[in-house]
C-alpha cells in the first residue's frame, strides 16, 4: 500500500504545524512520498510565503536585489528551523537562493523557492531525501505538463527510496529553466508523484475536514461532502471550489486512483473520497456541491435565421480563435448565441477588436455584451435522476429576488451554470444552498 499525502500552506505555516504533518506521515508507514506547498497564512492577516515571493520578483526587477519581502522569508524560514531545532545550515541555503533569484531574474523562478525551501525543512525534519521537483517534472515546448516524461522521471527518481519529500508548485521547461504551475498548484505536483508510483491514494492534507458542499467563506458551516466522482471535483474546482486545483485530476485519472482530502487540524476526520467516475456510487443527494466564480462577460449575438446560415458559428468561433480568447460556455437559442468569457482576456482593446470582427464576419441584428457576470454552477450525478431539479433551483434563486442573466444546462447533466450578476453571486449560492441542502424533507427524494 502506497499513499502520496500532499500538504498545503496552512499545513506547513510554522515549526509547529510542520510538526503536526511529521506525526501524520509517521503514524502511517504506507504514508511514503511526500509533496508540500510553501508556508502560507499563520493567522488571518498574515503574508503567504509565495505572495512575498512575488513581490520580491518586483523588487528585484526594480532595483536588480533582494529586498525587504525577501528579509521577511529568510526571518519566516530561519524561525521554522529554530522551533525545529534542526542542524541543518538555513542561513547557507537563504544565501544560495538570494543569490538564485537575482541571478535568474525570473518570476517562476523566484516564485518557486517557497516550496523548494519548504520541501527541503520538511526532508531534514523526516530524515528522508530531498527531490527537487526540477529534476523531475517537465514542460513541454508549448508550456504544457510533459505526462509521460514527468512520470517516467519521478517514478525513476522515487524507486528504491522507500520515503522523499518531493517539492510542489513547479518544475522545468525545455530551456533549462524553472516554470510553475498556476496558483495552488501543489495539488496538481501531488497527483503527479501519486500517478508516478501508482499509489493507492492521494491524500491531499489541507485547512477544512473535506471538501464541502460549497465554500465556507460564503456559508456557515457547510455540509462535508463524503465522496464525489472525479467528474464532480473537475466541474466544482474549475468553477471556483479551489480546495483542489482543477487540473489536479488528469495525472490521477489516467491510473485511476482516488484521492482523499485531508484536514490537518483534525486528522481524525473522514474527509472526502473523491472517486473515478466508474467506481462511484450514486449517494442520494440531488445535488453534490455548489460553486461560483466571478468576472465574466458575455457576448451576445442575435440574428434571424442564424440556424439556416452554413457556418455562422464557425465564423464566430474564428473571430475569437484569431484574437486567441477562449470562451467558457456557448449557450444558443434558434436565433441567439451567447459566448461566455474571463473579463480578463477581454481586456486593453481586444473586446472592441472582437466585436469589430464580428460585425464584419456575420452582420448581426443584434450585438450586445454583459459585464460583471458570476458563474454559479449546482453540481451533482444526482441531478439527472430527480425530476423537477432546474426548476427548484430557478426558483430558489427568484425567490431571492436575483435576477438570472444565463442558463447553461451542460450536455453532462451534471451540472446547471447559472449567470447573475457579480453582485447577486453570494447570495445566489446561498439561496441554491438553502433550497438543497437546508430544506428538511423534500430532499433527497
Ligand atoms: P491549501 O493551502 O491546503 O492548499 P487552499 O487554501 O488552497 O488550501 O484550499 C482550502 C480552502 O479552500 C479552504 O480553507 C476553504 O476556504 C476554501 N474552499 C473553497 N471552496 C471550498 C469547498 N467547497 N470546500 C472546502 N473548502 C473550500
Ligand atoms: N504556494 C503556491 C501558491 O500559493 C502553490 C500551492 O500552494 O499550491 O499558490
Ligand atoms: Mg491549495
Known amino acids: 500500500m502506497i ?9 506547513m505555516a510554522d515549526g509547529n504545524m510542520m510538526k503536526k504533518v511529521a506525526d501524520i506521515i509517521k503514524s502511517d508507514g504506507a504514508r511514503r512520498y511526500v509533496v508540500v506547498s510553501a508556508p502560507g497564512k499563520r493567522y488571518g492577516a498574515d503574508i503567504k510565503v509565495t505572495d512575498l515571493l512575488y513581490r520580491c520578483y518586483d523588487e528585484v526587477a526594480q532595483t536588480g536585489k533582494c529586498g525587504e519581502s525577501f528579509d521577511k522569508i529568510c526571518e519566516r524560514f530561519r524561525g521554522i528551523v529554530g522551533e525545529l531545532n534542526l542542524s541543518m545550515d538555513i542561513d547557507k541555503i537563504l544565501a544560495d537562493t538570494k543569490e538564485e533569484i537575482e541571478k535568474e531574474k525570473s518570476t ?3 516564485a518557486s523557492r517557497g516550496e523548494y525551501l519548504s520541501a527541503r525543512v520538511m526532508a531534514a525534519l523526516l530524515d528522508v531525501p530531498f527531490i527537487d521537483a526540477r529534476d523531475v517534472v517537465k514542460f513541454d515546448k508549448n508550456g504544457l505538463l510533459d505526462s509521460e516524461r514527468t512520470f517516467e522521471l519521478t517514478g525513476d527518481a522515487l524507486k528504491g527510496k522507500k520515503n522523499a519529500v518531493v517539492s510542489g508548485f513547479y518544475g522545468e521547461d525545455v530551456n533549462g529553466k524553472v516554470k510553475t504551475f498556476s496558483r495552488g498548484g501543489s495539488d496538481i505536483s501531488g497527483a503527479i508523484v501519486a500517478r508516478a508510483v501508482m499509489a493507492d491514494l492521494y491524500e491531499n492534507w489541507t485547512d477544512v475536514s473535506g471538501f464541502l458542499a460549497c465554500d465556507p467563506r460564503i456559508v456557515d458551516n457547510p455540509e462535508g461532502i463524503s465522496a464525489m466522482s472525479y467528474k464532480e471535483l473537475r466541474e466544482l474546482s474549475y468553477m471556483g471550489a479551489n480546495v483542489l486545483h482543477s487540473e489536479s485530476i488528469f495525472p490521477v485519472r489516467a491510473g485511476d486512483i482516488p484521492i ?20 462511484y456510487r450514486y449517494t442520494g443527494k440531488i445535488v453534490t456541491g455548489i460553486a461560483g466564480k466571478k468576472n465574466f ?9 442564424m440556424n ?5 458559428a464557425r465564423k464566430v468561433l474564428s473571430v475569437l480563435e484569431k484574437h486567441g480568447v477562449n470562451f467558457e460556455h456557448m449557450p444558443s437559442g434558434i436565433d441567439t448565441m451567447s459566448f461566455v468569457i474571463d473579463s480578463e482576456e477581454l481586456k486593453h482593446g481586444v473586446l472592441e477588436e472582437i466585436l469589430e470582427d464580428i460585425r464584419t464576419a456575420v452582420k448581426p441584428d ?7 457576470i458570476a ?7 444526482g441531478m439527472s435522476r430527480n425530476v423537477g431539479t432546474s426548476a427548484k433551483l430557478f426558483d430558489a434563486i427568484a425567490r431571492a429576488g436575483i435576477n438570472v442573466r444565463m442558463i447553461d444546462q451542460g450536455s453532462s447533466e451534471l451540472n446547471i451554470i447559472v449567470g447573475v450578476d457579480n453582485d447577486n453571486c453570494e447570495r445566489a449560492i446561498r439561496a441554491i444552498y438553502e ?8 430532499f433527497g427524494l
Open 3 to 11: 499513499k502520496v499525502c500532499k500538504f498545503g500552506g496552512t499545513s
Open 108 to 110: 517562476d523562478f523566484t
Open 260 to 279: 482523499c482530502i485531508k484536514n490537518t487540524f483534525r486528522p481524525m476526520d473522514e474527509g472526502t473520497m473523491i472517486l473515478p467516475t466508474s467506481k
Open 297 to 305: 462577460s458575455v457576448i451576445f449575438i442575435e440574428k434571424s435565421l
Open 308 to 312: 439556416s446560415e452554413i457556418g455562422f
Open 366 to 372: 443584434n450585438l450586445r455584451v454583459f459585464d460583471e
Open 375 to 381: 458563474l454559479i454552477a449546482t453540481v451533482g450525478h
Open 435 to 442: 433550497e438543497f441542502f437546508r430544506k428538511g424533507p423534500s
